[in-house]
């Protein structure tokens, strides 16, 4: 498996982490869209974030990152679920080549939530997004709401994307000042490095004058949630007049996943299945 999330732990060090390659759930996130490489960068780092992130979830559900810019870059959305299936996709508007992040998002915010299965209520927290990049966003958001220190190296190209997480402990082996140099070593680390060599290598490079033990090894894979019954549940929750009304105007109703472009399309018997509470009898287009 090409697409590969390790966590690890320091044994003389209060610190854990978590290093993840990306290749084939990230191409085939970019076969769905055409986006300008610019937004191929970010929505990459934030799609490896997700699964870093997503390492220490302790519970069934899914993780969902969202930056929502008021620039040209209006959305960049990612999601990945406790069993590291991911997705992601992005809108925008104009031209993007040429301008920084911060001109990209302008004055926005960063979402993060957390939907755990059995559980009514989403956790969302919303704040200010603070920083140059992604990681930065992202280490601004760990540090202010959860009070983590946190460490992230995030890179993207056009093959694949990769990303490095270390956090400090409240409690653990070794001097509060080996956070310190375990988080000025992560810094040295280079995109290149997190792009072309494998984990081991990685951890072995920058920590090798700490016990580093590794941890569970788990693939990641892209996979989307979306279905013909959700979209009907979409379809319910416009009422019964509305759909009607698109129904006459254009002959079925047609709505794409945003994130794998599946298309669903609903026509009069299928509506009228939907508002009859026959949804049996609704046929299965999908294309």
């Known amino acids: 498996m090409s697409d ?4 690890f732990i320091f044994d003389n060090a209060p610190s854990r982490g978590a290093i993840v390659k990306l290749e084939e759930s990230w191409q085939e996130v970019l076969k769905r869209h055409e986006y300008p490489a610019v937004l191929k960068t970010i929505l990459g780092e934030l799609l490896a974030a997700s699964a870093l992130f997503c390492a220490n979830l302790k519970f069934e559900g899914s993780l969902i990152l969202q930056i929502q810019g008021v ?9 990945c679920t406790s069993d590291l299936v991911v997705r992601a996709t992005a809108k925008w508007d104009g031209e993007l080549a040429g301008l920084s992040f911060s001109e990209m998002v302008g004055n926005g915010q960063f979402v993060i939530t957390i939907d755990q299965i059995g559980v009514a209520q989403p956790y969302q927290g919303i704040v200010a997004l603070e920083g140059n990049t992604v990681a930065e966003v992202l ?3 760990m540090k202010q709401s959860e009070q983590l220190d946190t460490r992230l190296m995030l890179a993207s190209s056009e093959t694949s994307v990769g990303g490095l997480l270390v956090q400090k402990l409240p409690q653990g082996h070794g001097e509060p000042e080996d956070w310190e140099t375990v988080g000025h070593l992560a810094r040295t680390l280079k995109a290149d490095e ?13 920590f090798n004058e700490y016990t580093v033990k590794l941890l569970t090894e788990s693939a990641v894979e892209f996979g989307c949630r979306c279905s013909r019954d959700k979209v009907g549940n979409m379809i319910k929750m416009m009422g019964q007049e ?6 006459q105007e254009q002959g079925s109703i047609e709505i794409s996943c945003e994130f794998c472009r599946t298309r669903y399309v ?14 049996g009898a609704a046929g299965a287009t999908a294309h």
């Open 266 to 279: 609903f026509d009069t018997s299928d509506v009228v299945a939907l508002f009859s509470g026959d949804e």
């Open 71 to 79: 620039g040209q870059l209006k959305l960049a959305v990612v999601e």
């Open 194 to 206: 997190l792009l072309n060599l494998d984990a081991q290598e990685v951890l072995y490079r920058l």
């Open 139 to 141: 280490e601004n958001y």
């Open 4 to 7: 590969q999330l390790q966590r």
């Open 242 to 247: 509305e759909a009607v009304d698109v129904l």
